[in-house]
Structure formats: structure tokens, C-alpha cells
């Protein structure tokens, strides 16, 4: 009876969102408002308060479309040359990934470089973050509503520990881990900071932050020991940010944007969003592809975020496959740059997106990696094989290594008079993903043997595809993150820089003049927002079955503290395997 009337809330739910879905998709066919039209002088505005993705979903039709990295970085590039853009104003204050804040920063100095101007305005910098101010750093001006404050200091990265937890709950943590420093595992089964844990993320911080207050200080024309006290020395007042020369004006937000457009020249000038720019240029020239995969590496098809039912953006092995081989079929395809911003996580799918990058340079197309904020585990396995690697000198990457494991709640459950039994035929292994039981022998030592083997396969693939020997592949392996920087010393990447340098060397591989105009292309194409409701408008039974699933795991009699370590635990044991636990940044 339960689960029918489950089934029939799930229907009634399935038929309201169709019906608020059809008033959506009819409102944007009949009560959308005309374009605006725009004089000839304009400025460009970017709201990056709300932080930014690394690469474009398409448009959203449940709120606003978030800015991405390569978004900004590809208009700016356009804008410079555009007569009809004066400047770029930006909206400051919140922290984004530092791989993010620096290529962002790359993107501004470049505008710049053609005599427009860059205004940045925030009503605090109340962020702690060093990357709040970095990203911003390299504009003309920078302005700060006065009565505020100038927290910013420098980075902080939090990782949390289960393993207390699951002592006190009894429960049982069987972990497996490629190696020492596969540093997710700890989460689960220490207390705190094993010692290669503490001096793997003492090195990434100290790297990330040195990067970021050499680049601010050569903004600011400062020294950098003296960005370094005074960050250091924070907090400090808007007034005393002012008079150190962390900031150039004090005003209010109307105030900044007057004096924005007055710099443009012409009365009449208006501002326009980042996301609403494309230049009316039409541009002819060779195709290089452009192929993104952001958020972890699952099985199957990508999501965008933009379901109505939740879930964050993911990488798909199927979509990205299929994307690759949309562009080897495609004539007009000389090159494709593949961008991937993933902390990692199914090992087949991994797999699956690497053979693509195979498939392409066996058809003749060289495959150009810029890594994003981060290209961690399977995020650097996809990567291994392709003609030029671009990392950020603050992107995350490396973590070559494999973990899996589960939390059994046996114990756990008995102690509120839960019990769980199972009857098994065939053979031992059958139990192994049991969430209740704890490996036996046999299933450690088979499963473990499973681990032995993909960070062998892992290895050797980043020996061959880098050309570095194996013995000093196992020595920079372990399962350890570096920065791009880092990473560059060790030879896991070829050059530093962002999507514009990983074009330039796409050019290059595909013979293509360094001067010449290119289109990149997406694969796949960005489904627009009527695209997206058509697709919402034909919800399966299988949709309406998730809402029965979830509410049933709402309805779960794990204790609180241990319920996202199982979840957790779930996915890393059937298809998280290359999946790097990058800690907070704050």
C-alpha cells in the first residue's frame, strides 16, 4: 500500500511539473519581449558574486545562466577588437577556484592590452580567499563601497573526518587505497590529518598562494613582501585598504558605474551583460573543435544541472565519447581541444573518454587538454594521451592513484535493533557491496586485487602517454595532487596557460597559421532553453520512479552523521574509483 501511494504522489508530482512546464515553454514563445536595442558605445558588465563554472551547460530555464570561464575568456578575446565596446565593469567580492580567478585575470590583462579599460567594483571584500582579490587584481581601478571592510588574507582548506564517527557508531571502515597520499580515504577512516595528507596540502596551498600574491602584486606595481604583510595584517578598513593601495576608489556601486560609463565617452551608453554579448562579426577560417567535460566522471550521459529534480553537472562517458566522434566524423574538424575541469571518479568511464582522445589522433585530429580548475584522478587519466597537455599554474591535477572501500553499519544498526540478513548463491564475492557487512578475507583481497589492477592500468598509461619512465611515474604517483605549476616541473603538463594558449597549440598541431581566424566549435551544441522544456515536456515513468526512490531515502534509519559517508562510500566502491576528494578552499 505504501509503495502504491508513493507511486500515485510521484504521478501527481510528474503531472504539476508538466503543467508548470507547458506555461513556461508557452510564455517564452508568447509574452517574450522584444530584443533591446543598443547604441553604438557600450560597456560590458560581469556579476561574478555569484561565482562562475568552467564551461557553458547551455541556457537555463530555472534561473539564471551561470557564467563560465571559457564563456568570459572567449567574449573578452571578441571584445577587444570590437569598436562598440568601451570597457568591462565587474561586480567583485566573492571567492572563486583559484585555476579560475588566475584565467580570469588572463582574460582582463588581454582586454586591456587593447586600450579599453577594466572598472571593478565590491561592496567589501569581506572574503577571506585570497582568489576574491585575485581575479579582479588586474583591473584599471578597483573600487570598494566605504564602511566596509578588506578581509582578505589567503587560503584555507578544510577536510573533513568520519573516521570518529564511525568509532563511536561502530561502525566498520574498509578502505582500499593507491597509495598514502589517495587522500579520500582518510576521510572516512581517520580522526584528523595523516602526515602525508598534512604535507600533500601544505604544498598545494603554499603553491596556490605564492602564485596569487607574485600575479597581485605585479598587478597592484607592488612588492611582494608587501602584499604579503599586508594581507597578513588583515583585516583592515575600506579607508586603510585605500591608503596600503589594495583598492583605488571608495564609493558606492551607482558611483562606480557613472563614472564606468562617463569613460566610455558618449552620453548615451549603456551596459551590457557578458552573457547577452556576441560580436557581429562572422567569422570564417578553419573548425577546431571544442569538447568540455566538467564535474565528476560518471558512466553513461552528462547532465547539465538544469533538471528540475536537482543533481549537479557531470561528465559523461557516453556524451563525451560521442562528441569525440561527432568530430573525427566531421571534415571541417582540423583539431579539438578538450577541456576538463573534473576531480574524476568512474574508472570506466575514464576509460571510455580516453579511448575517444585515442580514436581522434588515430583519424588525424590532434587533441590539445586545457585543464581547468581541476583535472585531478580520473580527470588527468582522460588526459594522459593527448598531443599537448595546458594546465593554470593554480589548476589541480595529478592524484594518480585509486581508492575504494564502504562503511558496514552491522554494528551500527544493531545498537538501534536494526537488523539486515542476507541469502547469497554463488559465489563469496556476491556480499562484497554489502553497505551492512565488512569484507571478509576473500572479498579484501579480491577487491583489492580489482584497485591493484586499474592503478597499474593508471600508471602505465601516464608512462606511455608522457613519455616518462615508469619508476618515476610510481614516485609522482601515490595518488598526490599538485598544482599546475607543480605539475609542470614533474612533466605531467606540457605548457602553462589557459583555453587561448591550448588554442594557439591547437593551431600549431593542426598547421593552421598562428594568425589566422578560427571558429571552435562545441560537441555537442548546447541545447537551448525551448530544446531543454521539449525534452522536460517528455518525462518518462522512469522520472516519476527517482521521486518514489528519494522519498524512500528520506525515509533511511542510518544515523545522520554517517548517512553522506555511505552515500559517499556507495559511489566510490562501483564507479568513483579514480575520483580525487579535493578539499574546500577558503
Do not use: C
Not at 560597456?43 to 530555464?61: K, P, T, Y
Not at 561502530?170 to 590529518?193: C, L, P
Not at 580527470?379 to 599537448?388: E, I, L, P, R, W
Amino acid at each position: 500500500m505504501r509503495h502504491f501511494l508513493l507511486t500515485v504522489f510521484a504521478t501527481l508530482i510528474g503531472i504539476i511539473l508538466f503543467l508548470i512546464l507547458a506555461f513556461i515553454f508557452l510564455s517564452l514563445f508568447v509574452f517574450s519581449s522584444p530584443k533591446e536595442e543598443l547604441p553604438d558605445n557600450y560597456v560590458l558588465s560581469l556579476d561574478l558574486r555569484g561565482g562562475v563554472i568552467d564551461h557553458s551547460v547551455g541556457e537555463s530555464i530555472f534561473g539564471n545562466t551561470p557564467n563560465s570561464v571559457v564563456d568570459i575568456v572567449t567574449k573578452l578575446d571578441v571584445a577587444k577588437n570590437d569598436d562598440r565596446v568601451k570597457g568591462l565593469f565587474i561586480r567583485a567580492g566573492n571567492s572563486v577556484a583559484p585555476a579560475s580567478a588566475e584565467e580570469i585575470r588572463l582574460a582582463i590583462n588581454d582586454f586591456r592590452s587593447s586600450g579599453k579599460y577594466v572598472i571593478a567594483h565590491a561592496q567589501g571584500f569581506e572574503d577571506t580567499s585570497v582568489m576574491s582579490y585575485h581575479v579582479i587584481s588586474a583591473a584599471d581601478e578597483i573600487w570598494q563601497q566605504d564602511t566596509t571592510g578588506f578581509s582578505v588574507s589567503g587560503l584555507r582548506s578544510e577536510s573533513a573526518f568520519y573516521g570518529g564517527v564511525a568509532k563511536e557508531f561502530d561502525a566498520q571502515v574498509n578502505m582500499v587505497q593507491f597509495h598514502e597520499y589517495k587522500n579520500a580515504a582518510n576521510t572516512y577512516k581517520e580522526t584528523g590529518y595523516t602526515e602525508a595528507h598534512k604535507e600533500a596540502t601544505t604544498a598545494m596551498l603554499t603553491s596556490l598562494y605564492g602564485n596569487a600574491v607574485s600575479q597581485i602584486a605585479t598587478d597592484r606595481d607592488m612588492p611582494k613582501a608587501e602584499v604579503e604583510r599586508l594581507f597578513e595584517g588583515s583585516p583592515h578598513s575600506a579607508e586603510g585598504a585605500l591608503e596600503a593601495g589594495l583598492i583605488d576608489k571608495l564609493g558606492h556601486l551607482i558611483d562606480a558605474q557613472e563614472y564606468a560609463k562617463e569613460k566610455a565617452g558618449d552620453g548615451e551608453t549603456k551596459f551590457k551583460s557578458i552573457a547577452s554579448y556576441s560580436s557581429s562579426e562572422i567569422k570564417m577560417g578553419p573548425v577546431i573543435a571544442f569538447i568540455g567535460g566538467q564535474g565528476p566522471v560518471v558512466m553513461g550521459g552528462s547532465s547539465t544541472g538544469n533538471s528540475p529534480l536537482g543533481g549537479g553537472i557531470s561528465m559523461g562517458g557516453d556524451t563525451l565519447a560521442n562528441a569525440f566522434e561527432a568530430a573525427i566524423k566531421d571534415d571541417k574538424v582540423e583539431a579539438i581541444v578538450f577541456r576538463v575541469s573534473t576531480p574524476g571518479g568512474s574508472a570506466t568511464a575514464s576509460d571510455q573518454i580516453h579511448n575517444a582522445t585515442l580514436r581522434a589522433q588515430e583519424a588525424g585530429k590532434p587533441v590539445i587538454v586545457s585543464m581547468g580548475q581541476y583535472a585531478a584522478s580520473g580527470g588527468y587519466y582522460v588526459s594522459t594521451h593527448a598531443d599537448k597537455i595546458v594546465a593554470m599554474p593554480s589548476t589541480i591535477t595529478g592524484s594518480i592513484g585509486v581508492l575504494g572501500g564502504k562503511i558496514a553499519l552491522e554494528d551500527t544498526y544493531a545498537r538501534i535493533g536494526y537488523n539486515v540478513e542476507a541469502t547469497d548463491v554463488g559465489g563469496s564475492y556476491v556480499g562484497v557491496y554489502s553497505a551492512d557487512e565488512p569484507f571478509t578475507q576473500l572479498q579484501l583481497a579480491g577487491y583489492t586485487e580489482q584497485m591493484s589492477h586499474i592503478y597499474q592500468d593508471f600508471t602505465g598509461k601516464v608512462a606511455d602517454g608522457r613519455d616518462i619512465p615508469l619508476n618515476q611515474v610510481l614516485e609522482i604517483a601515490k595518488g598526490r595532487v599538485w598544482t599546475g605549476e607543480q605539475a609542470l616541473d614533474r612533466g605531467l603538463v606540457d605548457e602553462l596557460g589557459g583555453l587561448q594558449t591550448a588554442i594557439a597549440l591547437a593551431k600549431e598541431a593542426a598547421d593552421i597559421d598562428a594568425d589566422a581566424d578560427i571558429r571552435l566549435r562545441p560537441f555537442p551544441r548546447p541545447k537551448s532553453a525551448q530544446e531543454q522544456l521539449m525534452s522536460l515536456l517528455n518525462m518518462s515513468v522512469e522520472s516519476q520512479q527517482d521521486l518514489v526512490e528519494f522519498q524512500k531515502l528520506l525515509n533511511s534509519p542510518e544515523i545522520k552523521a554517517l548517512i553522506q559517508a555511505r552515500e559517499d562510500l556507495d559511489r566510490l566502491a562501483q564507479g568513483n574509483e579514480l575520483k580525487a576528494l579535493l578539499p574546500s578552499l577558503k
